[in-house]
């Protein structure tokens, strides 16, 4: 009884450490558009953008404890649910949404890592609105996940 409360607390804070993550690096890509060679905004960019990989993997790992580890329903439960569907869905979209991003990012670190600056400044706008439309779907998924949790739609 405990394992399963504490997995599904996990669970949940990083969701908050994931929103909070994604959160701050919006922040940072704001800073950056109105001063693109703050190497200190760069560096918090960072940081946030660490805490978001971060959150994903401790995210997708405690996701596949809970429906494959048997610790409070079975795989059949969330398999068979529409709402489980959905919640993997909108994770995928943000999987899909945060490859450039990513790509990006990691672009950067290594040009800062050689002693050079990054060429902030070129796609900052597109970084900005697909890091919000990410918070937006991060948003949707506790809703589809409370659904699911409740039984609705399954089949």
Do not use: C
Request: aromatic share 12%; proline share 4%.
């Amino acid at each position: 009884m405990i394992a399963p409360a504490v997995l599904s607390a996990l669970h949940v804070l990083v969701l908050a450490l994931g929103l909070g993550a994604i959160f701050a690096r919006g922040r940072r890509l704001r800073d950056l558009r109105r001063s693109p060679e703050d190497s200190v905004s760069l560096g918090r960019l960072f940081q946030a953008d660490g805490l978001w990989g971060v959150a994903a993997l401790l995210w997708i790992t405690s996701g596949l404890l809970r429906v494959f580890g048997r610790f409070e329903k079975t795989p059949d439960f969330y398999l068979r649910n529409g709402f489980f569907w959905v919640k993997m869905a909108l994770f995928g979209l943000v999987f899909a949404i945060e490859i450039l991003p990513m790509i990006t990012f990691i672009r950067w670190r290594i040009a800062r890592s050689r002693g050079s600056a990054p060429a902030v400044g070129a796609n900052l706008a597109l970084l900005i609105a697909l890091n919000d439309s990410e918070l937006a779907i991060v948003l949707l998924i506790p809703f589809a996940a409370a659904l699911m949790a409740r039984g609705a739609w399954l089949f």
